[in-house]
């Protein structure tokens, strides 16, 4: 299947602080990318939906000031974390989808944020 | 609203037990459901796609069936390494964007 690649893996930050994770498609283009939010034994959330070069679609309750996302080229989107606080802390996945008849969405290693 | 609906939660097996994991599903209309493996701390792995009911599809040890209420993911004499959460995800071929709806997951431990 195809590789999505998600950085980093883990990250600590203050409280106020803003941090970027980064999604990859190594092996393909993604016109579309998702990122999801996921909390202890608890299945994945859609935040929002990326598409290349245009502005992100933020689901019902999420944010969008504070998770900014970009989606500047067909294998990168990035999500970042504005003054982030302690309740920001979770496991956020990204994922991608090639596009036409292939509907598989093949997602990102996760990123463990942690907001001491 | 779609909905995904997965059960046990947790199930835990014996090594060379096998049984059947389920997803019942709401949808306007099915484009595709999909079954991925998820290690703790890692993020969702894909198994298989299902488009329309009566469709099966086998990888190793796993085999995944689909009617147009529910799907099932057999597993046949499975090893302490099939030990995962199991996720269950549906795409609307109609509405607003092509997002997957993820249901909670069942939890699998393979006891050796």
């Known amino acids: 299947g195809a590789v999505v690649s998600q950085h980093p893996s883990w990250v600590i930050c203050k409280s106020g602080t803003s941090v970027k994770i980064e999604c990859r498609s190594l092996d393909f283009q993604a016109t579309t990318m998702f990122w999801y939010r996921q909390f202890p034994k608890q299945s994945l959330m859609l935040m929002a939906t990326?598409?290349?070069?245009?502005?992100?679609?933020?689901e019902q309750g999420v944010e969008k000031d504070k998770f900014l996302i970009n989606h500047a080229s067909l294998t990168l989107s990035t999500l970042t974390v504005t003054s982030a606080h302690p309740e920001d802390s979770s496991f956020y996945i990204c994922s991608a989808r090639q596009g036409g008849r292939n509907t598989e969405a093949f997602f990102g290693q996760g990123t463990r944020l942690t907001v001491v | 609203e779609d909905q995904v609906t997965q059960s046990p939660e947790a199930l835990r097996l014996q090594e060379g037990e096998s049984s059947s994991l389920n997803c019942s599903y709401t949808v306007s209309g099915l484009r595709g459901l999909f079954w991925y493996r998820q290690d703790p701390g890692k993020g969702p792995e894909f198994l298989f796609t299902l488009y329309s009911a009566g469709e099966e599809k086998e990888k190793e040890r796993l085999k995944a069936t689909l009617t147009k209420k529910e799907s099932f993911l057999h597993i046949t004499a499975p090893k302490p390494e099939d030990s995962a959460t199991y996720l269950c995800?549906?795409?609307?071929?109609?509405?607003?964007?092509?997002?997957?709806?993820f249901g909670s997951g069942t939890q699998l431990t393979v006891l050796p």
């Open positions: 995800a549906v795409q609307a071929s109609e509405g607003s964007a092509r997002q997957l709806t």
């Open positions: 990326s598409n290349e070069g245009s502005k992100a679609t933020y």
